[in-house]
């Protein structure tokens, strides 16, 4: 894989203003930004409504937050893969682990808990109709093969989904699916994340800790990024900021990088402008699993 930026940003009251955001949007996809991640903070707009306000106007993937608090399984899957599918499949989402739902359930389960189980309903919903099933034949009176919709008769510890979703597989398959490490580990997040974040502090040791967790799920090292975080407060240096980016990729193997810009709209164009063309080439990338130099999904 090449290494690739996704920029991260809070839309909202606290954070950039929607018109912030989409002037952010055109310039980072100019520079060859692969993924803008939106952060679900006080006072923010809600990251899906933020991404699909500004999907409508710029083809730049979006990877909003979503909770498992707060957000039904069915219906978060079903909202994620449509946004994917009407933006032809530049789209995902960084699932956080909260504390608690508002499902019945062993009220001291680990949020870590809840996020694999919620993960894995997630990916078993977006493979219980793929696209092969759209038939579309008039003179047979076939619109859909139902033998290809399989229900996922989910009925775990925490969650349980009858399935199937009700519309197709997008052209990647399925909506990337992003974890922060911290919260969670290796272990519980390759199971089912496509990118891992990692902080600084976190990365020596993380390519190898990675390739084992995938390795113990039956899947190559390939099946997922690794992505550092790197929070930036006041960008004087840009030239040597890259260099030492490029230096830490090249040590601890990363497949990409997080920028985290603080400040208003000037400040985080200077991060776009000036540090982003220093780490990566603008390309063409179909989807947002090409853009993070990932294979296509695949049913399991």
């Known amino acids: 894989m090449s290494t690739f930026v996704q920029l991260s940003l809070a839309v909202g009251e606290t954070g950039l203003t929607l018109a912030d955001a989409g002037a952010i949007a055109a310039l980072a996809e100019q520079t060859g930004v692969a993924a803008i991640r939106l952060r679900d903070e006080p006072g923010a707009i809600e990251p899906t ?8 106007a710029h083809r730049i993937p979006f990877v909003p937050e979503l909770a498992t608090t707060g957000n039904a399984p069915y219906n978060a899957a079903r909202r994620l893969l449509s946004l994917d599918r009407a933006t032809d499949g530049r789209f995902g989402a960084v699932l956080v682990p909260g504390a608690g739902d508002e499902v019945s359930g062993p009220a001291n389960a680990h949020p870590a808990e809840r ?10 919903l977006w493979e219980s109709f793929p696209c092969e099933a759209l038939i579309g034949d008039q003179e047979a009176a076939l619109f859909v093969d139902d033998e290809l919709i399989r229900p996922i008769g989910h ?3 925490l969650y349980k989904v009858a399935g ?15 974890a922060d490490l911290a919260g969670l580990g290796f272990v519980t997040a390759a199971e ?5 974040v990692v ?19 039956g899947l190559p090292r390939s099946e997922a990024a690794l992505v550092g975080r790197v929070p930036i407060a006041d960008l004087t240096d840009a030239t040597g900021l890259a260099a030492d ?7 601890d193997r990363l497949d990409g990088f997080e920028l985290v810009p603080a400040g208003d709209l000037e400040a985080v164009s200077a991060v776009l402008r000036e540090l982003v063309p220093l780490l990566v080439d603008p390309a063409e990338h179909p989807t947002l699993r090409a853009a993070f130099g990932l294979r296509e999904a695949v049913a399991s």
């Open 49 to 56: 409504v933020a991404a699909a306000y500004l999907a409508g």
């Open 115 to 124: 996020w694999r189980e919620y993960a894995a309903v997630l990916a078993r």
């Open 155 to 157: 009925d775990g510890p």
């Open 164 to 178: 199937p979703i009700d519309g197709p597989s997008s052209v990647q398959g399925r909506p990337v699916l992003v």
């Open 192 to 196: 089912r994340a496509d990118a891992i």
């Open 199 to 217: 902080d600084r502090a976190e990365s020596p040791g993380a390519d190898a800790a990675l390739a084992d967790a995938l390795r113990a799920a």
């Open 245 to 251: 980016l490029r230096s830490w990729a090249g040590a």
